[in-house]
């Protein structure tokens, strides 16, 4: 049975199906060497090339969609690669033999909090497409005087630069005076949505962190820097929230499953600290 090229490039791990359709339009694909065009379906046996290089694609049965939870730190970017060498989310990931680690929404580089990867790029669009509302929560600490009138203010809903934009929920949740911590809840992913939604009232934030994407928390035994593979369950909690059918497998082993959680939070930093012994010799032979 035929598909969209696109769907099956995202399938294939490659981005998001809106980054597939863009790659698509500037002509980057093709299939049995010749170039594709928006809306090609394919078939399984059809050979396909992306900037040159053979695509390779698991039929949908076959194909294993992953998941992991990342407790990102301040100070890096949500990006592959970075000009000036500065650490970026993709570097502390597991590696894969085929496709690639897609980021379900971006954080700035000063906010900290929970992001999710998946090697299954149509999950990624839906969880991103504003089309399902998926909730995502935030803990902001904002310096400035909030006042009842502010607060109403960003539930109703303020003109940004590029439209309308409100928060579904926005609560104080701790702190005095100008400097208060507040939990905040949106379901759409704009650029910067939050810093600017509170900026528009004539307060700033001053630290940020995602909190909780759908139902999946930033879990407290996670250390900054460290991830997770998700389990099965909620693997396929967020597959039914964008109404895609459930996963049945999964790459945890059940050795790993038997873990409890104290151990499998000392591998984790173990793993973090690894990482940041190796970042920081890298480190210091670019600076030689």
Known sequence: MSEKLQKVLARAGLGSRREMEQLISDGRASVDGKTAKLGDRVEQAQLLRVDGHIVKVEPAEQSVCRVLTYHKPEGELCTRKDPQGRPTVFNRLPRLKNGRWIAVG???????????????????????????????????????????????????????????????????????????????????????????????????????????????????????????????????????????PKETKTMITVEQERLDKRTKTARIRRSVRKHQQRHGKSNERRRT
């Open 106 to 244: 971006r954080l700035d580089v000063n906010t900290s909090g929970l992001l999710i990867f998946t090697t299954d790029g149509e999950l990624a669009n839906r969880l991103m497409h504003p089309k399902f509302e998926v909730e995502r929560e935030y803990a902001c600490r904002v310096f400035g005087e909030v006042t009842d009138e502010s607060l109403k203010n960003v539930r109703k809903g303020v003109e940004l630069d590029d439209g309308m934009a409100k928060f579904k929920s926005a609560h104080a949740s701790g702190g005095e005076g100008i400097n208060r911590w507040f939990n905040v809840v949106l379901t759409s992913g704009r650029n910067r949505e939050v810093r600017r939604l509170w900026e528009s009232q004539g307060v700033q934030v001053s630290r940020l962190i995602r909190v909780r994407y759908g139902e999946i928390l930033l879990e407290k035994h996670l250390p900054q820097g460290g991830w997770a593979e998700m389990p099965l369950q909620s693997v396929n909690y967020l597959r039914q929230l964008v109404d895609l």
